[in-house]
Each structure stands twice: as structure tokens, then as C-alpha cells.
């Protein structure tokens, strides 16, 4: 089907010709639930009349100038994620590795300016962090490095949640912490609850940076609009990708305290990077998650499918274990699983699988508790014939 296209993902065999809210219908007009949001980015849902009227006006005026000019809705867009983050400044991209790309060379540059030669970067085992040379050297995972040796040195990694590996690893060389605060590829691994804390307090006391990618849990999906503030913390800095855009391809990499002023004219850049039409998309998500209350949406739907999954479940000993933070949810399996992908889209729903056992679910931020029912109905539908299957 795809002569053209380079061979890099597996893809199901469905194509989608339109979209409306939380449902897709394919070219035949069969209708999906989607609950994976094109992995965590259509929060809004898809087809959202204002979104849509937004960008459209955005097209309809201007679409690019570059970085060479001011860019208004660059200006407007960094603002509000100041407002509501507590960062003092952003640069911006066009994706989840891009933004990860500046943390590190920001980090870098700090330690850099302080002499140290040789800087490193302690991440963590199962994080993921992107696809290119750096960020795919920071992410945790083997699977996603074999074959791309020679890797960058600079980069560490102890266990997720576990703050006296930090503290072990922390040499005179150490420039930073990434992490994310919680784990989406690797399984929705959800750490102690003052484990960003922890983290905050072992940055601050060795003068290095604590960086927070936030490129699957910032923009609402956890019920917070950025995932820290689950904790009572800022960071030095936070990478966006995702969410941010509802679609459109946007990151950003925002800067606080000690990394403000770290990145100058000549150290960094982007062509396409916060170009109008992006940060329109940007404006629009932010402006509607607030009208719309959304937040409060993802908390009490969030709610709703966590219970009704833990009721559910709660005797199926093939779940391992029901792990929810927001519309973030992971259903761990006693058993490899992917088969599951194929069973619900016969069923008319969209999830993944990640970390090889964990069902994912990733639902638009602006679910209704009635979709969620749905959901739930859809998704037990399929576990149930999942385990049929293995016996
Ligand atoms: C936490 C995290 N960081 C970075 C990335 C990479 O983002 P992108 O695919 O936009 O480069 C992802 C993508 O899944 C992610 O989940």
C-alpha cells in the first residue's frame, strides 16, 4: 500500500478521512472512540468549531515570516505559558525532541559557562525523550538506541523514583536532572508522591538544573495544565511538545532561574520554530482549555473511568495492575499484549500498547463522562476477548 513511505512504523489498517470531538470515521464512514488523542496531542478533541475558526483565520492572514522578525502570537503565546507555569521565558520548536534538543543544550551551556568541560545529565531508565541522536541517548530504553552507536557521551541513568540514585550519581560534573513526572512510553509509571520535590531539593542544593519534559503529561492531561504542579515546585526547565498544539506541530522548552539566560543570539534556533500559525494553535488551546473548564473535565471524567476500570478488573488476576493520573491511564497486563490494538479496533476503539504489557489510554481532555462509559464498555469488551484468546 505504502511503496513510498520509509518502512519505520507498523501501521493498522485504517485510514481516517474526518474527525468530530472524541470519534473518527474512517473512509468507509465507520465510526472510532478515539482514546489515544493521536498519542496525547488532540486534548481538545478533533474538529473543535473554535480551534478550527481560529486556525483558519490564522492561515487565511499569515502562516510564516521567520525568526528574523518579531512574531506577535510568539509573544503572546510565551506569556501565557509564563503566566501559567511560572517560567520566565520560552523558546520554541516544532516538536517533543526539539524541545528536549534545547534542555540539554541549555544544560550543557550552563555548565559550560560554570568551566566544567565534560557535562552530564542524569536521566532515567524506561524515560523516553525523543528519536533524535540526544534525546534518543537520554531515553531509557535499549530498544530505542540499538543501532545508533556512536552515542554522545553526557548522560547517566539511575531508576525511576528513586532519589538516593540521584544523589549517588551527582559527580562534579553534573549539570541536571531530567525526568519526567510521569513515565508515558515506558508504562505510565507514576513516581512517589514527593518524588519532584525531592528532586527539586537535591537540584537547588548542588546548583543544577532540574528539568521536566513534559511532552506527554503538560497541556491538562493530568487534571494540572503542566504535571509539576501536582507537587509544590517550579523547574528550572520544562519541555512542551504535544498537547500544546491540538494537532499542529508546536514545542517549546521554557527557562527559569538559573537557565533564564543561558541560551544567546548565535547558540540556538529553529526556521519553522513559534512561526504565527503555530503559536495561533497554541493561543486557541490554552484560551479554550480555560472556557471550557478542562481541567475540572479530565479530573471528574478521570475519575469516572479509573472506578470503573478498578470495579471492573478488580478480580481479573490477568491485570496486573490499573495505573491513572488524569486522562493518563495504563492497564498493566500479566502478558505481552499488543494483540489487544488489532481486537479493539474491531471494536470501534483506539488505544496502544507500550512497554510491551501496558494497555494505554490516552482519551481527549474534553471526554464526557457518557463517551468514557463507552470507553470502558469498549475496552472490557476487548480484554475480555484478549484473554479468550491466550487460553
Ligand atoms: C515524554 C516525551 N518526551 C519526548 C517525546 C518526543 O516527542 P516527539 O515525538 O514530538 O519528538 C515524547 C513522545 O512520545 C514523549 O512522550
Redesign the pocket.
Known sequence: MDNYIVNTYRRLPVAFSKGDGCWLYDNSDNKYLDALSG?AVCGLGHSHPKFCRALCNQVNRLIHTSNLYQIDNQTILAEKLCNSSGMEGVFFCN????A?EAAIKTARLFGHNKGIKNPNIICTNKS????TIA?LTATGNPKIKNGFDPLPAGFKHVDYSDTNAIITAIDDETVAVMV?PVQ??GGVNIPATDYLQQIRDICSENEILMIV?E??TGIGRTGKMFAFQNSDITPDIM?L??GLGNGVPI?CCLVNNLATEILQPGTHGSTFGGNPLACRAGISVLEIIEEENILENVTKVSAYINKSLTNTFADVKEVVAIRNTGMMIGMEMSFACAEIVGIALNNGLLINVTADKVIRLLPPLIMTEAEAGILTEKLTKSIEQLIANKK
Open positions: 498519542i516538536s517533543g525532541a526539539e528536549n523516553f525523550h525523543g528519536r534525546t519526567e508515558g512510553e519534559d511532552v506527554q519541555t511538545a504535544k514545542g
